[in-house]
């Protein structure tokens, strides 16, 4: 058994980006506080987990299991470009009724949003008002380490935890000043085109002994100089991309097809949506971060080397259309090309009308609670347990990420029982027929 320090006091939860994703995140936990709805979709709240044999019949809630911070000691901070509060960011972000808004008004409308670090090279489409003014990279991390430790002074907090929910930033490849800390650190002090705010932001978490996720497909912390860094303050990191809509269809699926060995000719996946994140892909270079994290998941899960037959030439092409009217009711459809047995054809077809941030708002919970006690168990660097909440999972170098849902479910679990000291459940089962 891991010694686990226990969640005492208050966890401070900074969201770098507070629009439709925080605000639904913040309300919803605020809504769930005066018992007004219930947290759907929050594995932490939720979810249970079986100890021993089947016979045992323990299956406690997970938040009974492991030690997690308690909704009501959460306090919510961070930095947005606007310089709207939550219920009018909330508000304009129209995905949760004006009704419900007004019942936890007096909660919410006190969070006002820190200036946040932001450079239009990188969020194109994108015009920030709200925002710091530095003179290097370096310079903007110090400020906001500053804005980090005035937080947890100010609301008397225990611990922090930080979830990127902001935008998604244009495509970059890793570079020679992502390899090393030292090198990371002149290239912002350089202001060096290759360091995007999302690095900063996550430098400074790690500097200030802040457990940082990545909740976009941005580059942000998958480098080896703040994986490095990470290691040495005894950090947990984690990322990158939430995995809500289409792309949380797609690891269900397509396990599926791999286990009853069905064939793939090809997926086609198109997407429209109105809100902010809808804007923000609607530029080219941005689609490409996004295009990157959601091309690569069937790639891994159906493993075209190890099943040529079945896998080694499928299509796969996704898009994403901007479509205002929709707002954050996204609509995702999928066509689905396979074949079975004697290589006859069939078809799937997708169309999933999902609400964006509704799925997203009970992953940025889970990533806050399980990060917290990633911290107090002494887990430092990545994080691959977590891979269940993202689209593009960090992992080990010289690994591949694990993408398969139900895998990653398992793999989550048998960490939680690892920690607390419980058999690992491999589901063999012989012991019930001897």
Partial sequence: MISIEQPKGKLGILTPGMGAVATTFIVGVMAVRRGIAKPIGSLTQMGTIRLGKRTEKR???????????????????????????????????????TELL?????????????TAVFDQNYVKRLHGTHVKKAK?????????????????????????VMIWCASTEIFLKPQPVHETLSAFEQAMKDNHPAIAPSMIYAYAAIAAGVPFANGAPNLTVDIPALIEFARQRQVPIAGKDFKTGQTLMKTIIAPGLKARLLGLHGWFSTNILGNR???????????????ESK??????????EVYPDLYEKFYHKVRINYYPPRGDNKEGWDNIDIFGWLGYPMQIKVDFLCRDSILAAPIVLDLALFMDLAQRCKMKGIQEWLSFYFKSPMVAPGLYPEHDLFIQLMKLKNTLRYLKGEELITHLGLEYYD
């Avoid at 308690?70 to 909330?90: R, S």
């Fill in 295 to 304: 091309l690569s998941v069937l790639e891994y899960i159906l493993q075209p």
């Fill in 59 to 97: 299956v406690p809630k997970i938040k009974d299991f492991v030690p997690l911070a308690d909704l009501n000691d959460l306090v919510f901070g961070g930095w947005d470009i606007f310089a709207d509060n939550v219920y009018e960011a909330a508000l304009k972000a129209g995905v949760l009724q």
């Fill in 277 to 291: 994140d809808g804007e923000v892909l609607d530029d080219p270079d941005s689609f490409k971060t996004k295009e």
């Fill in 136 to 160: 290097t990279k370096y310079d903007y991390a110090q400020l906001l380490i500053e804005d980090i430790q005035n937080f947890k002074k100010t609301n008397q907090l225990d611990r922090l």
């Fill in 102 to 114: 007004n019942q936890v008004k007096g909660d919410i409308e006190h969070i006002q949003p820190m």
